[in-house]
């Protein structure tokens, strides 16, 4: 077990030296040796991980999903469960926009529309997609989400506005405000399953 948790946190501090590296010196600039220094890892324990720079780019639904678990632990858990879906939703853009730049959302969201493989981004188990869930499952208790529409289906729609703002966030190469933009569209586009 000691073991397993040693190679896990090496693994997160090469992702989240990663992404740091990526947003400070751009993803060009950034080489697989710089990863390494920042990360205080080796190169056999990134080449371990990672066969390429380029498969980082696939971990972007990890950091993301971090940043979820943080901010689920910090908001009220009495807030409405409504608001609490815009709250996330504008959290998380306002995050993206500042921590990770638009060109490389814009180059990871590429490689999924193209890729044969995995496609991290819509991976249901992930912990944004059960966070989502279960505000949706909670509104419908409180009566606050309209319960005659399976949480399912609404959590599927949540998710496919987000990322057709993120999308078209990309498409105009960055030139509004990501966070601010889903904060006056993402309550629009939900309208229909509030109470």
Request: charged letters at 25%; glycine letters at 4%.
């Amino acid at each position: 077990m000691g073991e397993m948790s040693k190679k896990k946190s090496a693994k997160n501090r090469i992702v989240t030296a990663a992404w740091q590296l990526f947003y400070d010196k751009g993803y060009n600039g950034t080489t697989v040796d710089d990863i390494i220094e920042l990360s205080g890892t080796s190169k056999g324990s990134f080449y371990y991980y990672f066969n390429t720079k380029d498969e980082l780019l696939n971990t972007l639904s990890v950091i993301l999903d971090e940043f979820y678990e943080e901010l689920e632990s910090k908001m009220n858990p009495d807030m409405n469960s409504f608001a609490k879906l815009l709250h996330i939703n504008y959290e998380a853009h306002k995050m993206m926009e500042e921590k990770i730049s638009v060109e490389l959302v814009a180059s990871l969201y590429s490689t999924q529309l193209v890729s044969q493989g995995q496609r991290h981004l819509l991976d249901q188990n992930r912990r944004y997609y059960k966070l989502v869930s279960r505000i949706i499952t909670e509104g419908q208790r409180r009566r606050q989400i309209r319960g005659d529409i399976p949480a399912s289906d609404i959590t599927q729609y949540f998710t496919m506005c987000e990322r057709a703002l993120v999308s078209d966030w990309c498409l105009n190469k960055g030139q509004y405000s990501l966070a601010r933009h889903s904060r006056e569209c993402m309550p629009i586009m939900l309208e229909h399953f509030q109470i």
